[in-house]
């Protein structure tokens, strides 16, 4: 509205104040524009150039020129237009082919002037209309630039303010920043000596239990030291391990004199001093034919200070929640999907924006609800500016919504126009999957032209 207000303007401010009865004269059809080639008792040229003819062949129902311009108040040449003088209203063009149809197509019925048809002249009632609403128009934008100026300033204001409370955040930010670190190190100072004990009570308890394990160690070597010494001899032979076949190296069932020798370190026989040399060879795989020997748990410090976990790491998401989140997925699909078949098979309904409830976020999203529960659709993200080349930033687009069924994805047009009031106007659906708003804001208003640039004449008059 603001683009087209600008284009109206002159004309709504000439027309306001009159116009003059008296018109240039010239053959029917010709605007004033083009005058001066038509000019009488002098020949015509076509205005192609092609070629030249006398002027009283000028409207005489018989084209002679290719491009149509000798004959413009006749029908006879099919690529001629009609020029509508509308004083009171706006000029216009026509093909030439309505000049006398029966049909009047210009308000002030001048290409009606040999069809007998009953025409009247509705110029001057049409231009009061199109004053009434350009009037309108006018105070509209200018309010709406009012609010305009006064947004920009609220925001200018807000801006400052929040730069203001920026600072002071800042400055209390460090503040604490600075009263957080003494404090660590106040704490670490203290947790020093308690860290040191701790460490120094874990390694003694380490060690403690280092010398358990190797005294359960050398008990259970001591042992099967026995147990391998079947002829009590105080000796262990080649032939004694010769009968605890789980002892064979590569356990092929086939344990020989040299694979026993081989455990023994190479010898026939080892005493008690020698076979702790040998254990490693043998406690892994040795079977003991009284017990089986199992090492007892060794217990946790009785004064060990265990950490206590943090908040960070105690906070988990429930599993609840995440799966309750996940139904409301799976129920907001459903629904997409319910609403799309509805649309689908119910193609009757006389308007399907009454079922829902729409929501505009500029330069974030598009989105629609039903009015009587459901779950939210997304007809789009914000995408680009889509107006035409003169006036890019009257469109916005949003696209890649929400998925039709078995159809495409949902995309929005939102057509940006002037106004007092912030709202969204309409919501339709020219094309499946495919929604347009109409979007007014005085944020787009823009600065209404001053009446030093006002015709003072009228090009028809």
């Not at 062949?57 to 690529?79: K, M």
């Not at 509508?84 to 001048?110: E, H, L, Q, Y």
């Not at 399907?352 to 789009?380: D, H, M, W």
Request: aromatic letters at 8%.
């Amino acid at each position: 509205m603001s683009s087209r207000f600008h284009q109206l303007l002159p004309m709504l401010l000439l027309l306001s104040v009159g116009v003059s009865a008296v018109e240039v004269q010239r053959p029917r059809g010709v605007p004033l524009s083009k005058r001066q080639f038509y000019e009488e008792g002098k020949p015509f040229t076509c205005l192609d150039g092609s070629h030249s003819i006398p002027f009283d062949r000028v409207n005489d129902d018989y084209c002679d020129c290719q491009d149509g311009s000798d004959e413009p108040g006749t029908a006879a040449c099919p690529n001629g237009s009609f020029h509508c003088t509308n004083a009171g209203f706006r000029p216009a063009f026509i093909p030439s082919s309505r000049i006398n149809d029966g049909i009047c197509d210009c308000c002030d019925t001048t290409d009606e002037y040999n069809s007998g048809a009953a025409c009247q002249n509705t110029c001057r009632e049409m231009g009061h209309k199109e004053r009434e609403s350009l009037q309108k128009m006018a105070e509209i934008a200018k309010e709406g630039f009012v609010l305009k100026q006064q947004l920009i300033q609220e925001a200018k204001r807000g801006i400052e303010d929040k730069k203001a409370k920026l600072v002071d955040v800042q400055v209390v930010k460090k503040d604490l920043e600075e009263k957080v670190e003494a404090l660590r190190t106040v704490k670490e100072t203290a947790e020093q000596p308690e860290k040191e004990a701790k460490e120094r009570h874990l390694k003694a308890w380490e060690d403690q239990k280092a010398l358990i394990r190797m005294e359960k160690d050398k008990a259970r070597m001591a042992v099967v030291f026995l147990e391998l010494d079947d002829d009590a001899d105080g000796l262990v032979s080649v032939s004694e391990l010769l009968s605890h076949s789980e002892l064979d190296p590569d356990s092929d069932a086939s344990f020989t004199e040299a694979e026993a020798q081989g455990l023994l370190g190479g010898v026939d026989k080892v005493d008690t001093e020698a076979f702790e040399a040998v254990w490693n060879n043998l406690k892994e795989k040795y079977v003991s034919e009284v017990t089986t020997y199992t090492a007892a748990p060794v217990e946790t410090p009785p004064e060990e200070v265990r950490e206590p976990a943090s908040d960070n790491e105690s906070e988990q998401y429930p599993e609840d929640d995440v799966q309750e989140d996940e139904e409301e997925e799976d129920e907001e699909d459903e629904d997409d999907d319910q609403d799309d078949a509805d649309y689908k098979v119910n193609p009757l309904i006389p308007s399907f924006a009454f079922r829902y409830i729409y929501r505009l976020c500029p330069f974030n999203r598009v989105s629609q609800k039903p009015k009587y529960g459901g779950s939210e659709t997304n007809l789009g993200t914000w995408g680009k500016w889509a107006g035409p080349e003169e006036n890019v930033y009257s469109m916005m687009k949003y696209e890649h919504g929400t998925g039709c069924w078995q159809g495409p994805n949902r995309s929005t047009t939102v057509k940006l126009t002037c106004g007092k009031e912030t709202v969204v106007t309409s919501t339709s659906e020219p094309s499946r999957c495919e929604y347009l708003m109409e979007f007014t804001s005085p944020a787009i208003c823009g600065e209404p032209p001053s009446r030093d640039s006002e015709p003072r004449d009228h090009e028809e008059l």
